[in-house]
């Protein structure tokens, strides 16, 4: 079985070495609950939703803030 899965953009979140883990796990989870919430809102999208990364970016920066995390957004094919 094949699947083709579409290009589309991401985000690549890190945590540097001087953030502490239980922060990181902690934002990651806050991460990944902006997902969970995006997925609700929208009828069940996913991240490769065309207009995800413009939808959740603001929530994202707020949460950098927070936790001090670097992130950039990436085309991928």
Known sequence: MKA???????FIINFPDS???????????ELQQIVE???????????YAPTFIED????VKKLQEEYGFE???EYVK
């Open 56 to 59: 959740c970016e603001p929530a």
């Open 19 to 29: 953030v502490d883990q239980a922060k990181a796990n902690e934002g990651w989870a």
């Open 71 to 73: 992130y950039t957004v």
């Open 37 to 47: 919430d995006y997925k609700k809102s929208h009828n069940g999208a996913s991240v």
């Open 4 to 10: 083709r899965i579409p290009s589309h953009r991401e």
